[in-house]
């Protein structure tokens, strides 16, 4: 295990009618001057944006809001928020939403308090060291944003997806109502169950020795999901499952599980070309990319796929364990293929090209395996 530092200090408060209580959450943090930031429409319809404002009102907290983001959250927005926190000297956001909806307040967050373009942190030309305090209350168990440093925002111009991390970006609190997941439509569902095994795979994959300890805390949200997973998609009001999922969810991301060791993320990066390319979901683009990449670089460790295999899906070699996965994730209605996602060949040299020079990189990307342009290119032509 290699020496680390794991700073996660997130107030998570989980279930029922949780929500009622933001307006306290974000006094008790210092906020005065709220922005409410949230999607495209379903926490309105819901009721769920009333029952927070009710909870700001309730404690005497001033707030705007600006709603609107859309799944792979743009830039474009990300100005707005910023100019609207500066004009009302805003000191809070909440978010209310999913990963779209939490990475752009966190982008916000840190665009407010930075003289220049807040993309610079997202090309990779400046770190974040402050940043407006973030709370969210969560409606979808998926991107794990919720107890993450990180953030991915989508460039309008150029179409480029890139993502940054801080501690400074850490949610100060994060309301997990399982309820609030209960309106999801089956393919969000599992779009989101999708994203949540594929933070625990991209930590899974290391180059790291002697890491018992996450390599089974792993194992055991993996095992979770696959047991929890049909039971969801076969009725979604199910709160236990509901519950279990969420709250793997974010143990899956708050790096609880990844620390002591390297980790991959290689996946993510193929993927988020093509959410870039295509605005497809995360979720299902991860679940054409993953078994593309886990049998391109296998036998970079075999036995790593295999105890993997062995262990979470009863199976006993690599290739067995990565067809069961991707049959597992075809078996929750997920695609398969980059035709299903709505792209072809052709678009291959462009997603190469943005993937490996796209703002700032040197045409490879690393992780578990460092990939060149051509293995990239032979990873997306495994998609097919
Ligand atoms: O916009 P609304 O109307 O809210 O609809 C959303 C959206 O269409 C809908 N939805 C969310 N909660 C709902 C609901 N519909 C009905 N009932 C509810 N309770 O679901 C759709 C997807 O929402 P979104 O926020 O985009 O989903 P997700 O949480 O998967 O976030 C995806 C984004 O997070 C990024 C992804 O790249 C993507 O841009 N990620 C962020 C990470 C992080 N910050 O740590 C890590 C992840 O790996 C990921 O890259
Ligand atoms: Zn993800």
Redesign the pocket.
């Given at each position: 295990m290699e020496n680390f530092t794991f700073y996660s200090p997130t107030k998570f408060v989980f279930g029922k009618e949780t929500e009622k209580e933001t307006g306290s959450f974000v006094k008790s943090f210092g906020g005065s001057r709220v922005l409410i930031h949230?999607?495209?429409?379903?926490?309105?319809?819901?009721g769920?944006i009333d029952r927070v404002k009710d909870s700001l009102k309730k404690e005497g907290l001033f707030f705007v809001e600006l709603g609107g983001?859309?799944?792979?959250?743009r830039s474009g927005l990300v100005y707005d928020g910023i100019e609207l926190c500066k004009s009302n000297d805003i000191d809070f956001i909440v978010a209310v939403?999913?990963?779209?909806?939490?990475?752009s307040a966190?982008a916000i967050a840190a665009g407010v308090l930075y003289d220049g373009d807040f993309w610079d942190f997202y090309s990779g030309k400046k770190g974040i060291e402050k940043a407006l305090p973030v709370g969210t209350v969560?409606?979808?168990?998926?991107?794990?944003?919720e107890g993450?440093?990180?953030?991915?925002?989508?460039k309008e111009e150029g179409m480029y997806?890139r993502?940054t991390?801080s501690e400074a970006?850490r949610p100060k609190f994060s309301i997990l109502n399982p309820e609030?997941?209960?309106?999801?439509?089956a393919f969000?569902t599992a779009?989101?169950i999708t994203?949540i095994m594929?933070?625990l795979y991209e930590r899974y994959l290391t180059n790291s020795k002697d890491v018992e300890v996450t390599d089974r805390l792993i194992e055991a949200l993996l095992i979770t999901m696959k047991n929890e997973a049909p039971k969801v998609m076969k009725d979604l009001k199910d709160y236990q499952a509901r519950a279990n999922i969420m709250w793997a969810g974010t143990m899956a991301?708050t790096n609880s599980c990844g620390v002591g060791r390297s980790q991959d993320w290689n996946s993510?990066n193929i993927?988020?070309e093509l959410?870039g390319l295509y605005d497809c979901?995360?979720?299902a683009g991860?679940a054409v990319t993953m078994p593309a990449v886990f049998t391109y670089v296998k036998d970079h460790d075999i036995a790593r796929f295999e105890q993997v295999a062995k262990r979470v899906w009863g199976v006993d070699t690599a290739e067995e364990g990565i067809e069961a996965f991707r049959q597992f994730l075809i078996s929750i209605g997920m695609p398969s293929t980059l035709g299903d996602l709505g792209g072809s060949e052709e678009d291959i040299p462009t997603l190469v090209k943005n993937l490996c020079y796209g703002d700032g990189r040197d045409g490879s990307i690393s992780g578990f395996v460092t990939l060149n342009e051509e293995d990239c290119a032979n990873i997306y032509r495994m998609m097919i």
């Open positions: 949230y999607g495209g429409g379903s926490a309105v319809r819901s769920l983001v859309k799944p792979n959250p939403g999913g990963g779209s909806a939490i990475d966190k969560l409606t979808i168990a998926a991107a794990g944003s993450s440093g990180d953030s991915v925002i989508t997806k993502g991390g970006l609030l997941t209960t309106t999801l439509p969000q779009c989101g994203d594929a933070h991301h993510h993927e988020h959410s979901a995360h979720g991860l």
